[in-house]
């Protein structure tokens, strides 16, 4: 207890020296928590991209592709499906809701998406949070477009604004729907998931904006273009629809069947599964990203084992007073662990506090700007690690200058000049 | 007739101490200081009186001889009760640079109390109401919860003196502690030193001759010392 005191106030006497330190090893912890939280927020931003939706089901071909296209508007779906197939499952005795998904039509490189009042209703993610409007009402009539909250923020688009969708999914689109203009009817609220990032419209209205088009191109120059005629208007193909069981149970007799489905072939994903699996490939960059964060609190340890063994010198004196008063020769070795422990310890609880403070401080500017639900994220078993791993580092690192000061109070005894 | 002697507060007994194999830098045949006298062992510098009392303190061992301390055989107690021994029986005074300069004076004066339970346990008052009455009598009072560093270099000896002296520690020894004080100074500092000693053996060192009236007896290192001749 009296060598804890000694190895306090020697501390407190050497203010600044302590004082940059701390700070130095306070910064790395914040480095390495800071990066583990915002992995963590991102995963659980990612994972809660879509939720109770049991499978997703699109033609035949991978798994993630069709995660990509389907929830988060990434690259083209490899094929369409019927409509007709989807009306077979949407009618299916074990399924409870399903949303029609058709892609490839863009705007200003935001993906338009072509569904039905179900995606209102039924899309959830993160948890049970489902679709809400800020503004206006959802898409039905031809030409409605909603809108995600982030397009409406980014392009300054309001209710009643008329705007020009291009055709295909590229930000520079060379074919666009000068005919057929959509009206903004609404505006999603925040979701901080790519659904902010699309523009939804109705099935229809998609096909009403090909209408006349044959194999994906639109009638010739001087060609006459057929007028619009709503009643003709169907849907044949969609590219992609998600699906809600009626029990959990039955999701793996349903993959099976749609899998097996002989009209057509297709191919279905548990979004949960798919997702850990696309986190997965996703996640070498944050162990990348840790390590970098763990080779800067590595500086910062060493930094500290610096400031220590640089004071040793001048510290002789002061061992030889010691030994002289009678401390044992392990109570100095004692004394230089608990420094460099206590430095550890204050930096790493200074480093951790300060990333919960500045997470909590900016937790909605964060959430509305990057889409991490930081909220969500508590203390975690690997945060705990990272500080038991700093403490016994620290202590560790420290036993060098504890043992260069035991050494000193042996070699030199009373005799310290 | 030496049963009527009390035993001495220290004896060595064919010492020889080298630190390196080859030359031995302390060779002496027989030391002894009286219990309850004070002593003044001269020695000019680099003859080994630093050595000399790390032996007697216990710090270093003797690779030949006996070093007996307060009745107690050093060369056969452990490297920690040689510590205890010295933290709770033995008050030293360095040349300069004595105090642990992160802790107040009152703190440097209490030190060796904090350390070791008996020695605190030979103080019947509460230990703040000793270092204060210590610190009165050193004429200190007015600094103990100052930063020894605010301290001229007399008064940091004194609280030397001070922290050598609390919880009677049998034997006080004292490595040149008035050289880098001038002449005036150096008398206070004597005078105030042989006030508090309350019977303790003190062995004091210095290359300074002139100072040997002060004290009950006069040794020379260099004529104890076989290696120095």
């Known amino acids: ?417 | 007739m030496t049963e009527a002697v009390p035993p001495p507060a220290v004896e060595l007994t064919d010492v020889r101490f080298s630190y390196t194999s080859s030359k031995p830098i302390l060779s002496i045949e027989s030391l002894i200081l009286p219990a309850g006298l004070r002593t003044f062992l001269h020695g000019p510098s680099g003859s080994g009186k630093t050595t000399l009392l790390s032996l007697i303190s216990g710090i270093l061992t003797p690779q030949q001889g006996g070093v007996q301390v307060l009745g107690q055989q050093l060369t056969k107690l452990s490297p920690g009760k040689r510590d205890t021994l010295r933290g709770s029986s033995i008050g030293y005074i360095f040349q300069t640079f004595n105090l642990i300069p992160y802790l107040t004076v009152a703190e440097n004066i209490s030190i060796p109390c904090r350390f070791h339970p008996e020695r605190r346990a030979r103080i019947a008052s509460p230990l703040g109401e000793e270092v204060a009455r210590l610190a009165k009598r050193l004429d200190l009072d007015a600094h103990l919860d100052a930063p020894v560093t605010r301290l001229s270099t007399g008064q940091q000896q004194r609280v030397a003196i001070a922290r050598a002296v609390i919880g009677s520690p049998a034997l006080i020894i004292a490595d040149e502690p008035t050289s880098s004080l001038d002449t005036d100074r150096r008398d206070d500092f004597l005078t105030l030193l042989d006030e508090v000693l309350q019977g303790a053996t003190l062995l004091f060192v210095s290359h300074d001759l002139s100072l040997a009236s002060h004290f009950d007896q006069t040794l020379s290192l260099r004529s104890l010392n076989g290696a120095a001749q």
């Open chain 1, 1 to 417: 207890m009296t060598i804890l005191w000694l190895a306090l106030r020697s501390l407190r006497a050497r203010t600044l020296a302590t004082s940059l330190t701390v700070f130095s090893i306070a910064l790395s912890v914040m480095l390495l928590v800071g990066v583990d939280r915002l992995r963590s927020a991102t995963q659980a931003g990612f994972s809660g991209t879509i939720s109770h939706t049991d499978l997703i089901v699109g033609a035949r071909g991978g798994g993630l592709p069709l995660l990509l296209s389907s929830v988060f508007h990434i690259g083209a779906a490899s094929n369409n499906i019927k409509w007709e197939s989807y009306q077979h499952f949407a009618h299916h005795r074990a399924v409870a809701w399903t949303i029609p998904i058709s892609i490839g039509d863009s705007y200003r490189g935001f993906p338009v998406i072509a569904t039905d009042d179900n995606f209102y209703q039924h899309y959830q993610f993160r948890g049970g949070h489902g679709l809400s409007l800020a503004e206006g009402h959802q898409s039905h009539e031809l030409f409605d477009v909603t809108l995600g909250a982030t397009i409406a923020k980014q392009r300054g688009l309001k209710l009643g604004d008329k705007i020009v969708l291009a055709h295909g999914i590229e930000e520079k689109s060379i074919l666009d729907h000068a005919n057929t203009p959509f009206t903004v009817v609404g505006i999603l609220a925040q979701t901080a998931t790519p659904v902010d990032r699309s523009l939804y419209i109705t099935l229809l209205g998609e096909e009403a904006m090909h209408f006349g088009w044959s194999g994906g191109t639109p009638p010739a120059i001087g060609e006459e273009v057929p007028k619009l005629d709503p009643s003709k208007l169907q849907v044949d193909e969609i590219t992609s629809f998600m699906l809600g069981a009626k029990s959990r149970v039955s999701t793996l007799y349903l993959q099976r069947e749609i899998d097996t489905y002989k009209p057509e072939p297709l191919t279905s994903i548990i979004p949960a599964y798919t997702l850990q699996e696309l986190w997965s490939l996703l996640d070498y960059a944050d162990t990348a990203l840790s390590l970098v964060s763990a080779a800067v609190l590595v500086v910062g340890l060493l930094a500290m084992l610096i400031a220590l063994y640089t004071a040793l010198n001048e510290r002789r004196r002061e061992i030889a007073v010691l030994r002289a008063v009678g401390l044992h020769a392990y109570q100095i070795f004692l004394l230089f662990v608990l420094e460099s422990t206590f430095i550890a310890a204050i930096g790493t609880t200074l480093g951790i506090a300060a990333v919960y403070a500045l997470l909590f401080a900016l937790r909605t500017t964060i959430e509305t700007h990057f889409g991490l639900p930081i909220a969500q994220v508590g203390l975690s078993p690997r945060v705990e690690l990272y500080a038991a791993a700093t403490l016994i580092s620290a202590a560790i690192l420290g036993l060098i200058p504890a043992f260069g000061a035991y050494r000193n109070s042996l070699v030199d005894g009373l005799n310290a000049r």
